[in-house]
């Protein structure tokens, strides 16, 4: 199914992903999908400042319309809400630095806010206040999804995807095989394109270049398929969504022995969405418990009141989440430069059913705080 059909089922509309990043830039391609009057004062520093490109980037993979030769999102039928935290990058004076929220202060703001899925692309979330934060954002019912990493087969666990009830994401290439450079420290849950695509690499939000890779993008992908198929069903409970998710992943491999690498798959939104009899499940079941449930037996995120506020984890995972890191954000490494020009669309072909289209060309997609 590739994406214009896709989207004849669902664009994502009604959905709002908070982007936990770099800060958003509002480019041409993401004008009218920035929420900015939705950023909670206290973490709002400056929220549509970026200097690297990286959060705006992630924002546009998601929820991009491809206006002025930007990036056409998997969801551009979805809203971002923009936050700008200190991840590698950060510019400014002491002064100012100090006014840009820590990632956890930024992770509990949105947790208190009506967006359903918090996308974070980057790692290192450790200490004691990230993980309270984490624990926090799922007992208010928040889809948490973020980057493994980028430290290949022999990096360390990295937070916050090691941590239990967070959906830990790895990056494939063309030919749907993990990425060398995806970390596989036996906590990814799920899989995405993360190769060749275009992304902004002129330190801010001017130019873009092709063939970038991180886990990153795969986290943002992620986050628009999630976006999907809430907006198809929104009576699904977060349960719901997130078993929707990891049940209709692609695999070649036992669906009850998970991938160190891949965990349960290369997310497969359009085989949910094409499927008017897909049963998700019960709403108030989580498939997580069993595993992430020996580490944290005192979260047990909320369940939903109604079909407008979801409850916490889904879908199995059999792994364990590890342990150790410092926060990273899961950086894109460059590649060729390339104009900006022309009418840029990019979502995964395939297994997630996009395409990016720069100029007329396509693409086929198969310690310190950084981006991944």
């Known amino acids: 199914m590739q994406a214009e059909q896709m989207w004849k089922a669902s664009t994502g509309k009604g959905v709002k992903i908070a982007v936990i990043d770099t800060g958003v830039a509002i480019t041409p391609s993401l004008k009218g999908q920035v929420l900015t009057d939705e950023v909670p004062k206290a973490v709002a520093y400056r929220s549509t400042d970026d200097y690297t490109g990286h959060g705006t980037t992630m924002a546009e993979l998601i929820a991009g319309t491809g206006a002025g030769g930007g990036l056409k999102g998997l969801a551009p039928g979805a809203k971002i809400v923009p936050y700008r935290v200190k991840l590698d990058g950060i510019k400014g004076s002491a002064k100012e630095q100090a006014r840009v929220p820590e990632p956890a202060q ?19 979330m450790s200490l004691s206040e990230d993980e309270a934060a984490v624990k926090y954002a799922l007992s208010k019912g928040k889809l948490l999804i973020t980057a493994v990493g980028n430290e290949g087969k022999n990096g360390p666990a990295d937070y916050p995807a090691a941590y239990p009830y967070v959906l830990g994401v790895a990056s494939v290439g063309k030919s749907l095989t993990a990425s060398s450079f ?103 079941v989580d498939p997580l418990q069993k595993q992430d449930g020996k580490q944290w037996a005192s979260v047990a995120p909320v369940a939903p009141k109604d079909s407008s506020s979801p409850s916490a984890s889904a879908t199995s995972q059999a792994q364990q989440k590890g342990s150790s890191g410092a926060t990273s954000a899961a950086g894109s490494s460059a590649g060729s430069s390339n104009g900006g020009g022309g009418n840029t669309t990019w979502i995964a072909l395939g297994a997630v059913g996009a395409v990016v289209v720069i100029g007329g060309g396509a693409w086929a997609l198969a310690g310190a705080r950084r981006a991944r």
């Open 106 to 124: 930024a992770l509990r703001a949105a947790a208190d806010t009506d967006a359903k899925i918090i996308s974070m692309s980057f790692g290192g």
């Open 182 to 284: 995806s970390s596989s420290g036996g906590y990814a849950d799920l899989a995405a394109p993360g190769e060749g695509y275009p992304g902004y690499c002129d330190g801010g939000t001017v130019r873009y270049c092709d063939n970038r890779q991180g886990t990153s993008p795969a986290t943002a992908l992620t986050s628009a398929a999630a976006a999907l198929i809430w907006s198809a069903h929104p009576d699904w409970t977060l349960y719901q969504v997130e078993r929707a998710l990891l049940d209709t992943a692609g695999r070649t491999w036992p669906k009850d022995k998970p991938s160190k690498y891949l965990g349960y798959g290369v997310i497969r939104p359009r085989v949910v969405l094409e499927d008017k009899n897909y049963d998700p499940g019960p709403a108030n």
